[in-house]
C-alpha cells in the first residue's frame, strides 16, 4: 500500500475493522513515513542515512545500551549528535567515538470515529504534518545545535553584510577551507537566503542565462560547483532561533564531504502504531537513531547580517 492507496475511506474501514487489518495498516503507514522523514530532513542530505546491522553494535560499558563505535582521524574531535536534549558537553579524541541512538517519538494523535469521519482533506496530511514533520524537526534541530557548539568551539563562524551571494560563499569556504584545512562538499541554506539568490543570480551568473533565468527561475542547486541544500525550515536557520545570536537574516552553513564529517544512522526505522479504544483512535510513531560529528573543523557558519 503505497500514499495514494492510505485514502480516509481506507484508513477508516481499516480502523473500523480492527485486527489484522489494523496491522496492515500500521505496516503501510510506516513505509510511508520512512519515506516522508528521509525526504524532509536536511541532516540526511548533509550525511546520508545508513541502516545499521545487528553486526554492527557495539554496547556501552554502563549498560547493554546499543551504540556504533566510528573511527576518525588522527587528531580530530568528535561529538556525537543528542536527539534528546542539549548538545553534549564532552568531546571524543583518538582513533574512533561512539554514536549513541536515541528514541524519537512523534505527538500522539487523538481522534475519534466521528472526527475521522469528518476528515475532508487527505489523512496523509494530517500523518506528514502531525508525525513525519515533528520527527524530522527533531533531528535537525539537534544536529544545528550540535554545529553550532562546534563552530563556538572552532570560531569557524563570521559575519557577512549583505545577502546570500558568491562573495558570502567565498567567506564562509576561507572558514573552512583556509581557518579549518577541510574540503567542503555542501552548503546549506534557507529558503529565504535561496530566494534571495535567485533574485540577483541574473547579474551574479552572466548573460548567457539570463534569458533562461527569466522564463524559469534560477534551476540549478549548485553554486560555484557547491551543491546547496535549501531547507524551508527557517526557525533552525536564523537568528530567532533558539540559542542564536539575535536578529539577522540567516545563518549559512559549509559541510564538508561526509567522509570528512561524519555519521548518520538508523537502528529502527519508524514504526507506526495504530489502536483503537471504544471510538477514540490513537496514532503514534517512534524510530531509533543516532548520528555524531567526526571531525568539528568539518563544519563552518556565515550570519548574513
Given at each position: ?34 519515506d516522508?522523514?528521509?525526504?524532509k ?13 545487528k ?37 571524543f ?14 505527538p ?35 544536529f ?14 563570521a559575519?557577512f ?20 584545512n ?39 542547486k549548485?553554486?560555484?560547483g ?29 559541510f564538508?564531504?561526509p ?27 517512534w ?19
Amino acid at each position: 500500500m503505497n500514499r495514494e492507496n492510505i485514502t480516509n475511506q481506507k484508513f477508516l474501514d481499516a480502523v473500523m475493522a480492527g485486527g489484522e487489518n489494523l496491522q496492515k495498516l500500521a505496516s503501510a503507514t510506516s513505509f510511508f513515513i520512512k519515506d516522508g522523514v528521509r525526504e524532509k530532513s536536511f541532516l540526511d542530505e548533509v550525511i546520508p542515512l545508513i541502516t545499521v546491522q545487528k553486526e554492527d553494535l557495539d554496547r556501552r560499558i554502563e549498560d547493554d545500551f546499543p551504540m556504533v563505535l566510528c573511527e576518525i582521524e588522527q587528531g580530530a574531535e568528535a561529538k556525537r549528535i543528542n536527539f534528546r536534549g542539549k548538545p553534549d558537553d564532552k568531546y571524543f579524541t583518538g582513533l574512533k567515538y561512539p554514536v549513541l541512538f536515541d528514541k524519537i517519538v512523534s505527538p500522539f494523535i487523538r481522534k475519534s470515529e466521528a472526527e475521522l469521519m469528518t476528515i475532508r482533506h487527505p489523512i496523509t496530511q494530517v500523518i506528514e504534518d502531525r508525525i513525519i514533520k515533528d520527527m524530522a524537526r527533531v533531528r535537525d534541530e539537534a544536529f544545528i545545535d550540535t554545529c553550532d557548539a562546534m563552530v563556538a568551539d572552532t570560531t569557524q563562524f563570521a559575519n557577512f553584510a549583505g545577502n546570500f551571494c558568491r562573495a558570502a560563499i567565498a567567506a564562509g569556504l576561507d572558514l573552512l577551507e583556509g581557518t579549518g584545512n577541510q574540503p567542503c562538499g555542501c552548503i546549506l541554506i534557507s529558503k529565504t537566503a535561496w530566494n534571495q539568490y535567485n533574485a540577483a543570480a541574473a547579474i551574479e551568473e552572466g548573460n548567457d542565462v539570463v534569458t533562461e533565468m527569466v522564463r524559469t527561475g534560477y534551476q540549478s542547486k549548485t553554486v560555484m560547483g557547491y551543491k546547496v541544500i535549501v531547507t524551508q525550515k527557517p526557525f533552525y536557520m536564523t537568528g530567532t532561533k533558539s540559542g542564536g545570536l539575535g536578529a539577522c537574516k540567516d545563518y549559512i552553513y559549509f559541510f564538508s564531504p561526509p567522509d570528512y564529517l561524519g555519521h548518520n544512522f538508523v537502528l529502527q526505522e519508524p514504526t507506526f502504531q495504530v489502536k483503537k479504544e471504544m471510538d477514540i483512535i490513537e496514532m503514534v510513531c517512534w524510530g531509533f537513531y543516532g548520528a555524531g560529528i567526526g571531525n568539528k573543523r568539518g563544519v563552518a557558519r556565515i550570519r548574513l547580517t
